[in-house]
């Protein structure tokens, strides 16, 4: 089992469920072992469109909306879900609230005398012209990569290597990748100043981030299809980016110790 957190927030982004690549059993186990005040679910948890394509919808996908249910009753967690492209519909029902559960289209979450503006992200997309990498990154040419991502570190495991993400590789070297992230974020730094926040949350590029912008904050919570990370607020109100495989190996570790 992982070690057990309890913090202010957890923020989690882009789980895809209804899709073969994500990971939401991992996930589940996660959120078992790092409970929060506050969950903020920052879009894309479920893949609509993938759905509407004929993907299947799994029992892992089910445990984890079990799970969320449980830790609004059990650990009486706060759960602000807020609406992402690949979960659009949704807009039909936002805003909506019932008991600890609130589904919008974005959120301002305060943290000491810091107001935050959180959301998505594909808002993003509306305004830059610069998509093409996206696009090949995207549906069919994504859908590729994460297969040969799963082929490549199957072999890797069975030669006692670690997990290595192709499609993180490859938004580090082409270009039109880099420089789409780099917009992506000043846009949306822009975007929360606009409204009167000190920085802005995001998820939809499945890039994990922390990054300061002046006195801006960016914060982006990556995936749970790649990255497998989220974003942590402690109660001083410290940020962090925590992955799941770096908390399985501080476990393998601890274990390590006890023998």
């Known amino acids: 089992m992982l070690r057990t957190n309890h913090y ?46 004929g993907s299947k919808w799994k029992k892992k996908h089910t ?37 600890k559960l609130s589904v919008v289209k974005d959120h301002y979450h305060y943290s000491g005398n810091k107001k935050y503006y959180v959301i998505h992200g594909d808002v ?15 549906d069919i040419g994504y859908t590729f990569l994460l297969w040969l991502n799963k082929v490549y570190n199957n072999r890797r495991m069975k030669k006692g290597l670690p997990y290595y993400s192709l499609s993180k590789i490859v938004k580090q070297k082409v270009k039109s990748a880099v420089s789409y992230i780099s917009d992506f974020e000043t846009e949306l730094v822009k975007l929360a100043k ?18 300061l912008y002046g006195d801006m904050e960016y914060m982006n919570s990556g995936d749970w299809v790649e990255s497998l990370s989220a974003i942590v607020e402690d109660f001083e109100g410290k940020w962090d980016i925590v992955y799941y495989s770096d908390l399985v190996q501080e476990e393998k570790d601890d274990e390590k110790n006890e023998d």
Request: with cysteine; hydrophobic share 40%.
């Open 8 to 53: 202010k927030t957890i923020i989690v982004s882009d789980v895809h469920l209804g899709t073969k690549n994500s990971k939401a059993k991992e996930l589940v186990r996660f959120l078992k072992t790092n409970t929060c005040e506050k969950l903020i679910l920052n879009g894309d948890i479920i893949d609509g469109w993938q759905l509407k394509k």
């Open 63 to 99: 445990r984890f909306f079990r799970l969320v249910m449980k830790l609004m009753d059990k650990h009486n967690t706060e759960i602000i879900y807020v609406r992402g492209n690949h979960d659009d519909f949704l807009d039909n029902l936002i805003p909506i609230q019932f008991n």
């Open 124 to 138: 993003f997309d509306a305004i830059t012209t610069n998509l093409k990498w996206l696009a090949m990154l995207g």
């Open 194 to 211: 606009s409204r009167n926040c000190q920085g802005v949350i995001c998820g939809h590029i499945h890039h994990p981030a922390m990054t």
